[in-house]
């Protein structure tokens, strides 16, 4: 018989059982030393040869080989070849495996990447890249979304939903940017970013100083962007700058709720592993190299603070030196004014006073309730309580959140006696316009130019005002406007100065001349331009429209009132008058109403503070929001139409008209 032939066995299973058991004892060594041989293994030569055994019970039955010990020889053989093949076909497919994970992770990141770059693109106004942020890369709902910022759900949708539309209708690319674009980009991102955290650092409005949910998501985001830019100096700057302001959140405000400053703070409360990431992050900016930028500079400033064990050891020199080299790279007017307090506590109350009363006049600073604290806190250091109380009296009304205007009211109490008596701007000017001969119209327009006023100079005493502080708001407020509007505004100081018994209160106001031209309608073509512009608000859409196609004068649109529209007919009755409109018109304004029975149709943006609080017939019922202001509108639509206009002036509302 051949070796491979094989003899009948005729004793049955227990029989065979026994002679692979006797054949097993006799090669079992050799054929493991042989298996160990191929494999390199003792472990697996054992189980390659058990193999081979169990291959022989199931198969022997049938036949004994000639030559067992061959037979098991060549199973084994068989089998530890076989397991090579799968090896080195399984260590290749592993090998490839991984070449195409750490590609699919390198594309996993650049698609990462490539959606922030898309979600913050500068196409987009900066609501909507927070808002498009926060749902794409954050996973937050549009509820989640509306109620950190305060605002409306079905508003945060709005947002989302225009962005995405606006991104198709752009065709912006869902690509990397290189080059100078690339940082550009990069600074819309880290832009976004860090107006997240800072909404949740010092939220605008509500109740609470901080909204700690919006802070954790901008570090997130922050974190997850340094590790896909890593040789971008100025995205670890702004790391470490959220690391270390993060790093105070605990000891920044009381048990109340109420705001703690920073000298105050209980440093023991300060989070050190926070800090540390921060002093980390910053050290890997540095070792990048190049020109510090903003973020960088700011961290460097955070790190200034973080180090001092105690307020006074505080390096203020070195501080107001960096607010120094921040204030050139972006000569911002917040930047100057931080800069000003870091020159007050190096130099002296007196020269930040200085600063900040350079800064006075600025248009971006007239409502910004820091401007008034800050100057009340150095009046205060410098004994001039008396100047300071109206200060932090005009922060309180600046203010939109209220643990902040309780925080700046209480300062304003601690120095309660140090100023004069006699009524206050804001008694004299609700006193002035709850009089009966005003009618509604006289009683707005009085309202913008002295709520203006108060907000520029605080509730301080009338008997205070002085006529060269009433002319340094109008420049700041009103320099640029035209002549019809800054006469407008001072007939409503010579008013109220008279009725107050304040004659000269207008004293450094002249009166301009008018010019009027008449005002061209805009072409078909630059129409066209503004209908299919992307981003506009769905309330500037409705109203330019409505303009356009009823003719009808811009007082009497923005007079409308929900109640007063006839959706069905297309048009309404306001002051015994009709205005009419066009289909496109009548596409937008179901949208705008949004379920509204009655109250302004067109609405501002924000619910009015407590001091502002407009008359019954200007306030929304159903939201709170009062009714869009002319100078409002007209603002808003200048600055869409400036790249329009040959002068880059913008268009006024009146050039909305139809041509006849």
């Not at 472990?43 to 030559?67: C, S, T």
Request: charged share 25%.
């Amino acid at each position: 018989m051949t070796p491979g032939s094989r003899r009948p066995d005729r004793g049955g299973a227990p029989a065979v059982r026994r002679t692979v058991d006797a054949i097993w004892k006799l090669e079992s060594a050799r054929i493991i030393a042989a298996l160990t041989r191929l494999v390199h293994d003792v472990g697996l030569a054992e189980e390659l040869a058990q193999d081979a055994l169990v291959a022989a019970l199931e198969q022997w039955p049938a036949g004994i080989p000639d030559n067992p010990g061959a037979w098991l020889m060549a199973i084994a053989k068989r089998r530890a070849i076989d397991h090579i093949r799968r090896s080195r076909r399984l260590e290749e497919k592993h090998e490839q495996l991984a070449r195409e994970q750490e590609q699919q992770q390198d594309l996993e990141q650049d698609d990462v990447l490539r959606l922030m770059f898309i979600s913050c693109h500068p196409v987009l106004p900066m609501q909507e890249r927070v808002a498009l942020t926060l749902r794409l890369l954050g996973g937050l709902t549009a509820a989640e979304i509306a109620r950190a910022f305060l605002v409306s759900e079905p508003q945060i949708a709005r947002r989302i939903a225009v962005a995405k539309r606006t991104l198709a209708q752009e065709q912006v690319p869902f690509e990397l940017p290189d080059g100078p674009e690339l940082a550009d980009r990069i600074s819309s991102v880290l832009g976004v970013v860090y107006l997240i955290f800072n909404e949740g650092y010092s939220a605008t409005a509500g109740d609470d100083l901080l909204r700690p949910g919006l802070c954790q998501e901008a570090l997130r985001l922050g974190r997850l962007l340094a590790e896909l830019a890593p040789h971008e100096a100025e995205v670890h700057g702004l790391v470490a700058l959220m690391e270390i302001q993060e790093s105070r959140s605990a000891a920044r405000t009381g048990p109340s709720g109420e705001p703690v400053q920073l000298h105050e703070q209980n440093r023991g409360r300060w989070d050190q592993l926070l800090i540390r990431r921060g002093f980390a992050a910053l050290l890997r900016a540095r070792e990048i190299g190049g020109t510090p930028g903003p973020y960088v500079l700011q961290a460097a400033i955070a790190v200034c603070h973080a180090r001092a064990r105690t307020a006074e050891d505080t390096d203020w020199a070195q501080i107001a030196a960096l607010y120094e080299a921040l204030s050139r790279l972006l000569p911002t007017p917040i930047v100057q004014l931080n800069k000003a307090v870091a020159v007050g506590m190096a130099r002296g109350p007196e020269a930040g006073l200085a600063l900040v009363d350079s800064l006075g006049t600025d248009p971006v600073l007239q409502n910004y309730h820091l401007l008034p604290s800050v100057r009340g806190d150095l009046l205060a250091r410098l004994g001039r309580g008396g100047e300071a109380k109206p200060e932090f009296e005009r922060a309180a009304v600046l203010t939109q959140n209220t643990a902040e205007r309780a925080f700046l009211l209480r300062r304003a109490e601690e120095l309660a006696g140090s100023g004069d008596s006699g009524p206050t701007l804001g008694a004299a000017v609700e006193e002035f316009l709850a009089r009966d001969e005003l009618n509604a119209a006289t009683i707005r327009s009085y309202a913008q130019t002295l709520r203006r006023l108060r907000l520029a100079l605080g509730d301080r005493p009338l008997a205070a005002m002085t006529a060269e502080q009433v002319a340094r708001v109008f420049e700041t407020a009103w320099g640029s406007a035209a002549a019809k509007t800054w006469n407008r505004h001072r007939s409503a100081i010579r008013s109220f100065g008279a009725w107050a018994g304040l004659d000269d209160l207008a004293a450094g106001l002249d009166r301009r001349a008018e010019t009027r031209s008449p005002a061209l309608p805009i072409d078909h073509a630059q129409l066209d331009e503004i209908w299919n512009r992307p981003g506009i608000p769905l309330r500037e859409r409705t109203l330019w429209r409505l303009l356009h196609e009823s003719g009808a004068a811009v007082t009497a649109v923005l007079s409308l009132n929900v109640e007063d529209l006839d959706l069905d007919d297309r048009r309404a009755r306001v002051a015994g008058t009709w205005v009419s409109w066009r289909s496109g018109t009548a596409t937008l304004l179901p949208e705008l109403v949004a379920g509204r029975t009655r109250g302004p149709l067109f609405l501002t943006d924000r619910r009015p503070g407590p001091v502002r609080t407009p008359r019954g017939g200007d306030l929304c019922p159903e939201t709170g929001r009062s009714r869009l202001s002319y100078e409002r509108a007209e603002y808003l639509f200048k600055r869409a139409t400036a790249t329009l206009d040959p002068a880059g002036d913008g268009y006024t509302l009146r050039r909305l008209k139809p041509r006849p």
